[in-house]
T-cell receptor
Framework: EAGVAQSPRYKIIEKRQSVAFWCNPI?????LYWYQQILGQGPKLLIQ????????DSQLPKDRFSAERLKGVDSTLKIQPAKLEDSAVYLC????????????FGPGTRLLVL | GNSVTQMEGPVTLSEEAFLTINCTYT??????LFWYVQYPGEGLQLLLK?????DKGSNKGFEATYRKETTSFHLEKGSVQVSDSAVYFC???????????FGPGTRLSVLP
């Protein structure tokens, strides 16, 4: 079974530029999560989708971050414009129905904002 | 809101020592509790979980018991190995799988 795929793996941009990250969850997993993990900290949930609906986006900075999951499969997270403090690893995870919290993580995208 | 507190690291142990990593939580309702692990150079992966009070999760020799009276979910292993060196994260989710919260992580180093 293929795992959670993310791309790109690394990205370097300048502040005020925009960036987008892509995630393809494990086939059949209804729930998809995006996290931000700053170095030395635990992951922080940005947004959680159930199929193509948003379950929780309470910690998503909506003035600059946006996410979508069209057709309830893959997802895109966008930052526009980026700030220095957005430098972090962005993790995508997916979870099967009936197993809330049992998440399978992708390798992450490491973002550096200069 | 929900929150998780873990003992600060790093924790350094000799091989075959006993391990305890403390985790306490604050949550409303009936959360599910998890330990995730991140080995060097690898992605996060689920180590064990417990979904209701007094449940014990176990995997790879690690155990944790969901204690509602003390709001704790401490991770234990009787004899650690060098290969257990990793960062361990305690986490919880709300009643219906929402509001997932990770603790700050505890780095464990096991020396031969």
């Amino acid at each position: 079974e293929a795992g959670v795929a993310q791309s790109p793996r690394y990205k370097i941009i300048e502040k005020r530029q925009s960036v987008a990250f892509w995630c393809n969850p494990i086939s059949g997993h209804a729930t998809l999560y995006w996290y931000q993990q700053i170095l030395g900290q635990g992951p922080k949930l940005l947004i959680q989708f159930q199929n193509n609906g948003v379950v929780d986006d309470s910690q998503l900075p909506k003035d600059r971050f946006s996410a979508e999951r069209l057709k309830g499969v893959d997802s895109t997270l966008k930052i526009q414009p980026a700030k220095l403090e957005d430098s972090a690893v962005y993790l995508c995870a997916s979870s099967p129905m009936g197993a809330p919290g049992t998440q399978y993580f992708g390798p992450g995208t490491r973002l550096l904002v200069l | 809101g929900n929150s998780v507190t873990q003992m600060e690291g790093p924790v350094t142990l000799s091989e075959e020592a006993f391990l305890t990593i403390n985790c306490t939580y604050t949550a409303t309702g009936y959360p599910s509790l998890f330990w995730y692990v991140q080995y060097p150079g690898e992605g996060l992966q689920l180590l064990l979980k417990a979904t209701k009070a007094d449940d014990k999760g176990s995997n790879k020799g690690f155990e944790a018991t969901y204690r509602k009276e003390t709001t704790s979910f401490h991770l234990e292993k009787g004899s650690v190995q060098v290969s257990d060196s990793a960062v361990y994260f305690c986490a919880l989710t709300g009643n219906y799988g929402q509001n997932f919260v990770f603790g700050p992580g505890t780095r464990l180093s096991v020396l031969p």
